[in-house]
């Protein structure tokens, strides 16, 4: 991640080891009660956007992939448009980035604060976006998702 300023980026976002296989056996859980399949490059590509700790590219989870080199292209576009469906993931536009989805419900609007300095990603709640959904219909238009992206500095860039 490039950065825009000369401090050290030394808060690290990264989940445990317990609280990626507690995520992970929650996806599958998830997979099982929709009736659908966590193959095995379905939950590697969740286990490295995990471990990401945020935003990360596709070609970083193609890299990454196996321990001895990268992964089909078409595999891992796949497997993060599965995890996108299901609500396990979110894609954040403006970085071309994909990040864990760190709430629960899965049915709602996605708001991040991305700071610009350090690249950390914050999801925060926003039950529904209702003046877009109402504007969006007076033209006829029918709202399925909206994606917040705000942009700015984290607290630990601004005082550093
Ligand atoms: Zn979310
Ligand atoms: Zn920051
Ligand atoms: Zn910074």
Redesign the pocket.
Known sequence: MS?T?D?A?DHDHALSDAAKATRLDEAQALCVEAGERMTTSRLRTYELILEAGGPIKAYDVIDRFHPDGAAKPPTVYRALSFLEQMGLIHRIESLNAFVACDTRDHAHTAAFLLCD??GSSEEIAIPSMPEIEATAARTGFQVKHVTLEAHGLCQA?QA?
């Open positions: 950065t300023c401090h980026h300095c350090c860039c550093a």
